[in-house]
């Protein structure tokens, strides 16, 4: 079993846990439900730079990556710095996150807020919209056609932008539908957790221009991101590369400063 296998058999028994004590109607009934949200894709079209600024505990692969900055100020941090959107991991057993790393986030800033999390069932989708998620991401490598097709489509009944992640050729021929927004290449190989641009560059002819294209992982430097642009890129993932420095709104602040020039 890889560790993607792992998570994800852990996550149908954490939602079935929690379907059992939250009900849909109270999710439906939060303040945050009603919320207008606010289109990552369309941010990421109009934008010179494109970042997408994660915040991230800890990861599987990494261990600790930074357990002490507030994610108030690093929300705070990336809206001044000017990135198109924030990504939150919500996952606590393997990356230290949290629903309400999601709502603090909300309650300190305006733009588009992604949940990250491992979505295998609506109830996560009816849960990003309750504490005030505008994208959520689906991974292809975990999900068949038909629960990508049931997935993006409740998503966007919710007015949820869907960001889709996929690994290589096999997986993104899977998913390509109209109910996606965004379509994300992750640069790491889940099998040797390596990680090389070149897939972005590879899958960027197969993906139809009516979806923005995000490179995810790995982008650690101003260079990566204009190596990439010229393949139709219009979004950056970027995490750790802030978040293991003291004060990640700082150094997004000085990157995105750099990325303009």
Known sequence: MN???????????????KKNLIPVKQLENSVLFTRETVSLASQLQNSPTGIIAEHKRRSPS???????VSIQDVAQGYE?????????????KYFGGSLDDLLLARASSKMPLLRKEFIIDEYQLLEAKAYGADVILLIAAVLT????????????SLSLDVLLEVHNQEELEKSIMPSLDMLGVNNRNLKTFEVSTDISKT???????????????????I???????????????????????????????EFIKNLEK
């Open 145 to 156: 056609r038909e629960q990508i097709k049931s997935l993006s489509e409740f998503a966007k």
């Open 3 to 17: 560790i993607l296998d792992k998570i994800i058999a852990d996550k149908y028994k954490e939602v079935a846990l």
């Open 203 to 221: 899958l960027s002819t197969q993906i139809p221009d009516d979806f923005v294209k995000v490179s995810e992982s790995g982008i650690s430097s």
């Open 223 to 253: 260079e990566a991101i204009k190596d990439l642009q010229p393949y139709g890129y219009k979004g950056f993932l970027i995490g750790e590369n802030f978040m293991k420095t003291e004060t990640p709104g700082a150094s997004a602040i």
């Open 62 to 68: 990494k261990a600790v990556i930074n357990q002490k």
């Open 80 to 92: 001044t710095a000017g990135a198109c959107g924030m990504s939150v991991l919500t996952d606590g």
